[in-house]
């Protein structure tokens, strides 16, 4: 019986995966938009921040859900000013390499396509959001992103 060599690879993993910066710039943006959206519940925006706020809220699943869910201003500020505390949390916790953010992001990705493909139907295609949160999805799902997102016992380091 002949064995064959197996090739391990014997390269450390980086800390942190490159897409988690990436992650993280896409999530900022999400934090920004329900930032303009609050402003715009609040006061009216006028010039680029009218166009920024209208173009993010469009493309940022969670804050446009929001705004297709509630109309009154106080209660749009407070579902925004949660999502908001959870991006931050989401932020660090990726940042963090840890599990639960991974988790967080995962199950906001699904809602956020759902609620595209739902647009979709309605006759208002967000074919770039589509894209971006299919891309999240799969990018989540890697064998390496997977692998530094793993479960870990207690005290053992990232």
Known sequence: MVKQ???VDLRK????????YVLVAI?????FAAALEIARARSELLGFWATAEELLRDRSGLV???DRLFVDPDVLTVINGLIISV?????IGM???QRWAWLVLMIATGVTLTFSLYRYFEGHPDYFGMLINV?????????NVQRA???RAPGEPA
């Open 135 to 143: 891309a999240v999805a799969f990018y989540l799902n890697d064998h």
């Open 87 to 91: 991006w931050v949390l989401v932020i």
């Open 95 to 97: 940042w963090m390499l």
């Open 27 to 31: 999530l900022l943006l999400g934090v």
């Open 13 to 20: 993993p980086a800390r942190r995966p490159f897409g988690v």
């Open 64 to 66: 446009s859900l929001a």
């Open 149 to 151: 997102y793993a479960r």
């Open 5 to 7: 060599a197996v090739e």
